[in-house]
């Protein structure tokens, strides 16, 4: 491993050791992928909406490093079988919000004092590259992931990593160059390797996903609106809670 390469997954490592309720996350996952990657230019094809380039963040982009921060395994359990988020998901959900904040943070600082530019996104949709027509980030922290192998697009519309698919991702761009890790050939997704899953499409209350592989946003989207107004546990979550919520197949 290049010694930037370990100095990076220290950062984050060290970081999301740090918060004070680590205890609710397992170590976090992080991968690396080229900034001249061709996946990069095909991507407002493959995903069929304008996606905003590496390069297009930081000029001189070599390295987009990225990270997933998985639920630990009793917070999953807290919304398995249920068809209601718990409190313990809808804290998590807001913690992993904090530690990749502190990640995105700690990244610039300790690179930047290394001569490192750094350009990220905050892990919430608030800013430039989220495309309020079409309910959709410009950014895509997914795309990064599943080109730098972290993980595969399960059935659900989510990464699923090797730990499973309950977590929050963030990314940055740098710089400089890191050698990447490998994009996964198979899928971590039951359904896609056996047809034998579609636990996320049984359990989403709004029909938004689709044993075809389609997704409705709109449809998502308008059931988190009326949700959110009237529990108190923001988020959904029920289409991170089947069996892919904590591996990857
Ligand atoms: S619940 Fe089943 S079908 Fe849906 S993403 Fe997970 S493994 Fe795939
Ligand atoms: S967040 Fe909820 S409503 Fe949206 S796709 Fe997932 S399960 Fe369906």
Redesign the pocket.
């Known amino acids: 491993m290049s010694e930037l390469k370990k100095f990076v997954e220290d950062i984050i490592k060290r970081t999301a050791a740090e918060h004070s309720q680590s205890n609710m996350f397992l170590e976090p996952i992080v991968g690396f992928a080229s900034a001249e990657n061709p996946l990069y230019d095909k991507l407002d094809e493959l995903i069929g909406r304008p996606q905003v380039h590496p390069k297009e963040f930081l000029e001189t982009a070599k390295t987009v490093i990225v990270y997933f921060i998985p639920f630990s395994r009793e917070t999953v359990k807290t919304i398995q079988g249920k068809n209601a988020i718990s409190k313990e998901w809808s804290r998590s959900y807001t913690y992993a919000n904090e530690i990749l904040s502190n990640i995105g943070r700690n990244l610039h600082k300790e690179l930047e004092l290394n001569g490192i530019t750094v350009k990220s996104e905050p892990p919430t949709y608030t800013n430039a590259t989220y495309d309020s027509i079409n309910l959709s980030a410009k950014w895509s922290h997914k795309s990064t992931a599943v080109i730098a192998g972290i993980g595969t697009f ?3 519309h ?1 990464l ?1 990593t090797e730990k499973g ?1 309950a977590g929050r991702l963030g990314s940055v761009v740098i710089d400089a160059e890191i050698e990447p890790t490998k994009a996964r050939e198979d899928s971590f ?4 390797k056996s047809g034998k ?5 049984e359990k989403c209350p709004s029909g938004a996903l689709s044993d075809d592989g389609s997704f409705n946003r709109f449809r998502c989207n308008a059931y988190l609106d009326g949700k959110n107004i009237r529990d108190s546990e923001q988020g959904c979550g029920m ?1 991170s809670s ?3 919520a904590t591996r990857g ?1």
């Open positions: 399960g059935l659900n989510l699923i698919t997704c039951l359904y896609y899953c579609k636990v996320c499409v289409c089947g069996p892919c197949f």
